[in-house]
């Protein structure tokens, strides 16, 4: 008996004595059953390979004068003292950021009314939802193909049958309106999921509030300037988050509009990146890159911020 | 509609048992000037959508000169399989499909397993820190990151459809695990504590009871991955090399040069991009509008 003890028992310390050593490891970077580490691990390899290893690459590369190919060798801060003094470039951040900032306006009060009208006592509200819904579910692309047409065939037609001078061209060949078009077809399409986020909102509201606001008197504009709207406000945030995040990334709907034309005046900051597969600007663009990285994280954190302040809901 | 628009559960449950259909301040007459309000801003989408199928549905002859307005009549419907045989739709569709496949199925079930596993074990410092570094994509935007992207999907033989589903998948990994975490810490653990005791494993307790519970919030990301997907064009078109794999919106954009020669032609050939999701939403509207407004609480 004792015998076959000895023996098992002193395999026994001999293994404890070697986890003691591995034991720390293993709790450090396994200290769960390992079915756990296998739904987080490949997820967490996959994420560093496929993003984060590329955007540290891409910081690297933008310190350099690489051009795709070749050899190469580190410039400093030259690229991002370039971009900063170059004309395309400030053009392409000119004209992202005004048309974000006008596009978001016009989607986020437009949708704001859609969505206090579709949530009154109106007639076939069911149906009108719908409608006002589908073009969630559209490619911003081939919509834009839609409107080319329409605002460059049919529009001038309509304007110069009835004589109205400015809109006897096409707006979006001329570099001064084109990006109105843009706006326009870029708010066509973000304007339903913003009326459905302030619709969750609204529904969210409890009834009581308006009775309450309306035995005392107060009119339709009262309510919703004192009530509705400071109630609203985290689903404002939201919506300003999300549309204007979109917005600063614009691509599809330029390329299906204009193309970033006439001349480039309305290049943006994500078609002007990509311009660096050509003309040796690798590096370069990477450089641009970097900056437009940091100031998407300058107004998500500025947003972010906001929504904290204001109570908001994430 | 007032009764299928809904706020989640999840996310209101004390609101949800108050609420009533809708506040009506007047007491339930309806507004007919705000009625035609509506309807007329209405038209701002109806109209242009008429115009993509009056298009499609004319020959060159009977567009002429004109808006492209008026009514096509007689119906030509040959444009269809002239846009059909012309772009090669039925492989660009299965690329489409292949793409959405991938990122609707990989979104689901990577996610919601890295969410679980993070929620569930909170208590380790290595879990709270994944969850974080998962969530620094929230700011890294494609374009940021684009030119040593298509660079690294080359390099490893994934510059394809299969590549583009999996830089799907990633690029919604932080947004998704933020989705499923929070409607994982609303699922009391001790459904998945009683199924240990029965004897299942890790897995089979993901699978039997985990999973089937977070079917609302999986059709919600599913919903999400599948519109994202299938309209995406950025980066499709800047990942897969060959041309003959692209998806979609990448051949109309592909074929632009060719359809200026027929307009009709390029409408029925947009049309065709357009319909399988307006087909699906106004099939499944109910479930893509409340996972929407899910999705935009949390």
């Known amino acids: 008996m004792t015998a076959t003890a000895l023996p098992s028992q002193r395999t026994e310390t001999a293994a404890r004595s070697r986890r003691g050593a591995l034991g720390k490891v293993k709790k450090l970077f396994f200290p769960v059953a390992p079915a756990y580490l296998l739904m987080v691990i490949p997820a967490i390899i996959l994420f560093t390979f496929f993003i984060i290893y590329p955007t540290i690459q891409g910081m690297f590369w933008s310190l350099t004068n690489y051009v795709g190919y070749g050899t190469w060798h580190f410039v400093g801060l030259a690229n991002y003292q370039a971009a900063f003094s170059d004309p395309t470039i400030r053009d392409s951040y000119g004209f992202t950021l005004l048309f974000a900032v006008v596009a978001c306006i016009v989607t986020n009060v437009t949708a704001l009314a859609l969505a206090l009208a579709l949530n009154a006592k109106i007639k076939w509200r069911t149906g009108l939802r719908t409608v006002f819904f589908m073009p969630m579910v559209i490619s911003g692309l081939v919509i834009s193909y839609v409107f080319t047409f329409i605002l460059s065939t049919s529009v001038p037609i309509i304007a110069s049958a009835i004589h109205f001078a400015p809109l006897e061209t096409s707006i979006l060949a001329n570099q001064h309106t084109a990006w109105l078009g843009i706006v326009l077809v870029a708010s066509w399409v973000a304007i339903p999921g913003a009326i459905i986020i302030f619709l969750a909102g609204l529904v969210s509201i409890p009834t009581e509030v308006y009775e309450a606001a309306s035995i005392d008197g107060a009119s339709a504009w009262k309510q919703f300037q004192r009530m509705t709207f400071p109630l609203l406000f985290p689903f404002f945030v939201i919506n300003t988050i999300l549309t204007f995040k979109s917005f600063l990334n614009v691509y599809d709907v ?29 590096a370069y663009q990477m450089a641009n890159a970097v900056i437009f990285f940091a100031i998407t994280m300058f107004f998500a954190v500025f947003q972010l911020g906001v929504m904290r302040r204001r109570g908001g809901v994430l | ?25 007047e007491g339930g007459r309806i507004n007919w000037g705000l009625t035609i309000i509506v309807a007329i801003c209405s038209l701002t989408i109806i109209i242009p959508l008429y115009f993509a199928i009056a298009m499609a549905l004319k020959s060159p002859a009977q567009t002429g000169t004109g808006t492209g307005f008026n009514f096509p009549w007689p119906i030509h419907w040959g444009n269809f399989r002239a846009a059909w045989d012309l772009t090669d739709t039925p492989l660009a569709f299965a690329m489409s499909t292949l793409v959405t496949v991938i990122a609707v199925v ?27 570094y998962l969530l620094a994509a929230l700011f890294i935007p494609f374009p940021v990151v684009a030119l040593p992207q298509v660079k690294l999907m080359a390099a490893i033989g994934l510059d394809n459809p299969f590549g583009v589903g999996i830089l799907h998948i990633m690029f919604q990994l932080a947004f998704n695990v933020l989705l499923f975490s929070a409607f994982i810490r609303s699922i009391p653990v001790e459904l998945e504590e009683s199924a240990r005791m029965d004897g299942c494993t890790t ?11 977070l079917t609302p919030i999986a059709a919600t990301v599913g919903i999400f991955a599948f519109l994202q997907s299938w309209n995406d064009f950025m980066m499709p078109q800047l990942i897969t090399a060959n041309p003959k794999w692209q998806t979609l919106p990448v051949i109309q954009y592909l074929f632009q040069d060719q359809f200026t020669t027929n307009f009709n032609v390029a409408f029925a050939s947009y049309l065709m991009a357009l319909l399988p999701t307006l087909v699906v939403f106004l099939i499944a509207q109910r479930w893509v509008v409340s996972g929407i407004m899910r999705g935009s609480i949390k």
């Open chain 1, 254 to 282: 330029v390329v299906g509009l204009t193309n970033g034309g006439p001349g480039t005046a309305t290049t943006s900051v994500a078609m002007e990146i990509f311009s660096g597969f050509f003309n040796g600007d690798y």
């Open chain 2, 203 to 213: 897995w089979q307790t993901y699978r039997k009871i985990v999973l089937p519970l």
């Open chain 2, 106 to 132: 990989g979104e689901i079930l990577i996610s919601s397993l890295a969410a679980w596993a993070i929620v569930r074990n909170w208590g380790h410092w290595q879990f709270r820190v994944t969850f974080f």
């Open chain 2, 1 to 25: 509609m007032a009764t299928e628009v809904r706020t989640p559960a999840v996310a209101a449950p004390r609101i949800e048992s108050r609420r009533k259909p809708r506040p009506v301040p």
